[in-house]
């Protein structure tokens, strides 16, 4: 994998998602942000997630689909069971991902966060092909972004969030340099 000096990543699937805007003046990208994804909820594959990130999920396909298909929420990267990584959202501007968040007592994590999705749930182990892919994907974001943690959606808005869930194995995350994890 490499990053672009667009923001893209070269070597991995990209589809175009509309929901993202531009990064405050001079913000820094310093955190990662781990999420899971599924839909509907329990079920993979479909292309259900990719049509959720760009508008473009019909409300009709699913009882469950009623209740989000209006909402305007995206990630910077979709890493599938298979480990297939599509790229919705440039790294260099602000993916809708975190929603109401904090960390270490600054809010608004999207501002300076990259969002990564990874197909799953609460209630199942990830792939080893998920956890290659992610391993390889902080490398390289950590050699183009000054990258000081990685964290799951659960740290930065706890109560509201569980993800990336019980079953993501912290344990997994090669790091060449140390970087700081929350308790696994």
Not at 38 to 46: A, F, K, N, Q
Not at 161 to 182: C, E, S, Y
């Amino acid at each position: 994998m490499i990053i672009g000096a667009d923001g893209w990543l070269g070597s991995v699937r990209r589809v175009l998602s509309p929901n993202f805007d531009q990064r405050p003046a001079g913000c820094l990208i310093e955190l990662i942000v781990l999420h899971n994804i599924s839909l509907p909820p329990g079920v993979y594959g479909g292309g259900y997630v990719e049509r959720l990130f760009t508008n473009s999920l019909d409300a009709s396909a699913h009882p469950y689909f009623a209740e989000i298909a209006q909402m305007r929420v995206s990630a910077h990267v979709l890493i599938e069971r298979d480990g297939r990584a599509t790229q919705f959202v440039s790294f260099d501007d602000r993916a809708w991902h975190a929603g109401a968040s904090v960390f270490e007592g600054r809010e608004g994590c999207n501002d300076f966060s990259i969002g990564v999705e990874l197909e799953g749930s609460d209630f199942d182990l990830f792939t080893d092909a998920q956890y290659t892919t992610l391993n390889a994907l902080i490398e390289v974001l950590r050699a183009a972004y000054p990258i000081k943690r990685l964290c799951g959606h659960s740290d930065i808005a706890p109560g509201r969030k569980t993800d990336p869930g019980p079953f993501f194995d912290w344990t997994r995350i090669f790091l060449r340099n140390a970087l700081h994890l929350p308790s696994a």
